[in-house]
């Protein structure tokens, strides 16, 4: 997750990751950071570096596909396609199936979603990566942090963009924005 974030760095991208639900006859999930922005393009060729004049940026696998190929395959993972029962789909994986958090909430607010992930057992790495770049986080986050995006993506069949990540030491609380 590091080293691709870096890697982006340099390329001088800068913007936040964007999950696109699978399009045609595909079924992978992919993920798009833009150079800089908001826009993501019409269509995605099959290469990494896109330089669409209009969002160049990165196409990459998203760190949570692993995870949901393991769900499909061990847990029988059927990604509803209405917005309430996804949401309740995400919070029994991270209490039960995973057992990530004692508590997860996702609300709906405005336009935005936001996870309140409570008692996050990965918190402390979570923190390292922050340490090492708080970006990251959003930029290309990790398995678990684009988990509720890549479902969003796949089962509304739309692009889900991650805004904001925000630990809160004491609770061992992760709070994100989608």
Not at 59 to 88: C, F, M, N, W
Request: hydrophobic share 40%.
């Amino acid at each position: 997750m590091l080293n691709q974030c870096r890697i982006c760095a340099d390329l001088g991208v800068r913007g936040d990751a964007w999950f696109l639900p699978p399009s045609g006859g595909e079924r992978a999930i992919r993920e798009f950071i833009p150079v800089q922005g908001l826009e993501i393009p019409e269509s995605f060729p099959d290469f990494s570096f896109l330089t669409d004049p209009a969002s160049p940026g990165i196409l990459l696998t998203p760190s949570a596909s692993p995870l949901i190929d393991y769900l499909e395959r061990k847990g029988g993972l059927q990604v509803p396609s209405t917005e309430p029962e996804l949401l309740h789909g995400i919070v029994e994986i991270c209490e039960d199936v995973l057992e990530l958090a004692e508590k997860v909430v996702i609300e709906r607010v405005g336009e935005t979603l936001v996870m309140r992930v409570e008692g996050y057992r990965l918190f402390s790495g979570c923190l390292s990566i922050a340490s090492h770049s708080p970006k990251c986080c959003t930029m290309h986050p990790c398995g678990i942090c684009s988990l509720p995006a890549c479902l969003l993506a796949m089962g509304l069949r739309t692009p889900w963009h991650l805004e904001h990540v925000r630990f809160e030491e004491g609770r061992r609380c992760l709070v994100v924005v989608f």
